[in-house]
Structure formats: C-alpha cells, structure tokens
C-alpha cells in the first residue's frame, strides 16, 4: 500500500487536511480534548506525544461518520470524506505516559480498540484508516503506531 499525500492545508486546533474536491469542512477536536486541564487534550505538534492522523480511505463511503476516543475521552466525531483518499485530518495530542486505548467506531458499523504505549519524553505517530470495498465486504480501521513521523508520499 501506497500512502500519499498531495497537499497539506494547515488549520486550527492542530488539525491537516490533504486537499481534495471539498464538500464540507473537515471534522475538528471535540470539546472534550480542547480544554487546557484535559487528561487528553489538543497541543501544538511539538508538545504532543501523539500524533494522531484519522481518514476514510473508502471510495464506497464518500463520506462517513467517525468517533474516536482516547481513554474515553472523544478525540473527534464527525464526518470524514474520502475525497481522493489523500485526506488526513492530523489530532496532536498531549497525554500521561503509559498505556493508553484508542478506539473508533463508524456508523457503517465498523468499531477498533487497540492498546498502545506512549514514553514521557518521545512522541509516537499513528494512523487510523477507515476502510470499505464494497456493500458485501464488512468496513474495517487499520491501524499502526511508530516511532518515526509518517511520511504520506
């Protein structure tokens, strides 16, 4: 599998986005992970110790509604667009070392849980991807977690 990324737009509240034919904004940080005293909360890059990215990667769904969460607290809800699959909505994300769950569900009806580890002092990046082939195939999330930023290209 071939990641690319084609073009970034910066946005607020640490959000990316690959351009693509728009249909709406893309989804933003929940309430829940913007607030400065949050267990998991939204930073700058540099502060974070994870560097989420979170895309439907599903020509079938052209849009799709996604919740994330993080130990409970919801990262983002909202309806993420395949566009041309090169879209990425980044969440940078500031938390206590240690292990961690991170779980997304879909309204498809496609749901993940996975635990993870996050260092005190070095960030991780991951990628939750969600997937569909077509009405028969069940939609599924892939995910990875790794040391090194990812490079989408």
């Not at 989804?27 to 979170?54: G, I």
């Not at 079938?60 to 809800?77: A, I, M, P, Q, S």
């Not at 993940?112 to 002092?121: D, M, T």
């Amino acid at each position: 599998m071939r990641l690319a990324l084609t073009c970034v737009l910066v946005l607020g509240a640490g959000a990316l986005a690959g351009c693509g034919t728009a249909t709406g904004p893309d989804p933003s940080p929940d309430p829940d992970v913007t607030a400065a005293d949050a267990e998991v909360r939204v930073v700058e890059e540099k502060q974070a110790n994870l560097v989420l990215y979170v895309s439907n990667q599903s020509f079938d769904d052209e849009e799709v509604r996604l919740t994330v969460e993080v130990d409970g607290f919801t990262v983002v809800d909202g309806d993420f667009r395949v566009e041309d699959q090169h879209n990425w909505i980044k969440f940078a994300l500031r938390m206590a070392p240690g292990t961690h769950n991170v779980t997304a569900e879909a309204a498809s009806g496609a749901a993940f849980s996975e635990a993870f580890q996050v260092p005190g002092a070095e960030a991780r990046f991951a990628v939750i991807d969600y997937w569909g082939k077509d009405d028969h195939d069940p939609r599924e999330f892939s995910w990875f977690i790794q040391r090194e930023p990812v490079a989408f290209g």
